[in-house]
């Protein structure tokens, strides 16, 4: 006998990402197509004291190959720093920045067709950046320690990334507190943005980061990957720098171990996993090491949101 069948059962969707506005940043002979896909950038870090890499890419020659190689494994930006930004980190002249980035900028913006940003809070290294052939300035100060990268933005017409830090690197791990981690960020980031667009950067080639590990304890990490999408309310696109911070690696050490190495493979597979969590909640950049794994893991992710039913 046939089974009478009932009513028939709505589908039941389960959509694990967000929507993710999609953005067209267009400067100089560079077009990026944010939201469409995900945007890998690379790090090349000319210094000898950075957390993850500190030394290995130091020489101008070593750093340069380091970007090419970058490039190749499908990275869509470099970003060369010449000050370590980590944890408890102290200060670097300007003259002394200037000597570590300029070089490799020179050498790499001949040899690679992706734009390269430079990674300072100072306006006469990034100057010095772009006139070398760099192309972006990320701030990770936001402005605060020096309004005239604004100015250089718009000289030059480049995108301005800015980023959330709780005060300064050399203090911003010491017991950092919120009463309200996402509205703080979120408020912080309008004011930079609202600061920016009075100093002349079109709103159009803004680029906004809440910040991952500066000033953040591990939960405050793990809530900020979980709300990416708490900052589409600032119709911007989000960068989101999760690669090899302390927060995933004091997650995965051992009961009895300190710290553990960034450069091992576990802590790479606790970067994918915090990348994943990123572009599932909306984040249009993810800014890393290892390029590569990165855009195997965002290429599945971006034929997840693109999968029709």
């Given amino acids: 006998m046939r089974r009478r069948q009932g009513p028939r059962q709505s589908r039941i969707r389960l959509d694990l990402m967000v929507p993710r ?8 002979n560079h077009t990026l197509e944010l939201g469409q896909r995900t945007i890998t950038m690379g790090v090349v870090n000319v210094t000898p004291d950075s957390f993850s890499d500190g030394g290995k890419f130091y020489h101008t020659d070593v750093a340069v190959a380091q970007g090419e190689k970058l490039a190749a494994d ?52 990034a100057r010095q950046a772009l006139e070398a052939g760099a192309s972006i300035i990320n701030d990770v100060a936001a402005l605060r320690y020096d309004p005239g990268l604004a100015a250089l933005a718009v000289e030059f017409d480049t995108p301005l990334i800015l980023m959330h830090m709780l005060g300064e690197p050399k203090s911003m791990q010491v017991a950092p507190r919120y009463d309200n981690l996402i509205e703080e960020i979120r408020s912080f980031l309008a004011d930079a943005v609202a600061r920016a667009q009075k100093l002349g950067v079109p709103r159009s ?51 009895h171990e300190e710290d553990i190495r960034p450069d091992l493979p576990i802590v ?13 909640n909306g984040a249009h950049i993810i800014r890393v090491h290892d390029v590569a794994n990165t855009v195997a893991t965002v290429k599945i992710l971006d ?5 029709q039913e």
């Fill in 74 to 125: 499908g990275a869509d930006i470099i970003d060369v720093g010449g000050e370590s930004t980590r944890p408890f980190s102290d200060p670097v002249s300007i003259e002394e920045e200037i000597r570590r980035v300029v070089p490799v900028i020179e050498k790499l913006a001949q040899r690679v067709s992706i734009p390269i940003s430079i990674d300072t809070t100072k306006a006469e290294v």
């Fill in 205 to 255: 080639k803004i680029i906004v980061d809440p910040g991952i590990g500066f000033g953040k304890t591990i939960t405050h990490n793990l809530l900020l990957l979980k709300h990416v999408q708490a900052f589409a309310s600032l119709d911007l696109p989000v960068l989101i720098g999760p690669s090899r911070k302390a927060f995933i690696r004091k997650i995965l050490k051992q009961a």
């Fill in 268 to 280: 790479e597979t606790g970067t994918q996993a915090a990348v994943a969590s990123a572009v599932l």
């Fill in 21 to 28: 506005k999609s953005y067209r940043l267009a400067w100089s």
């Fill in 303 to 307: 034929a997840l949101r693109e999968a």
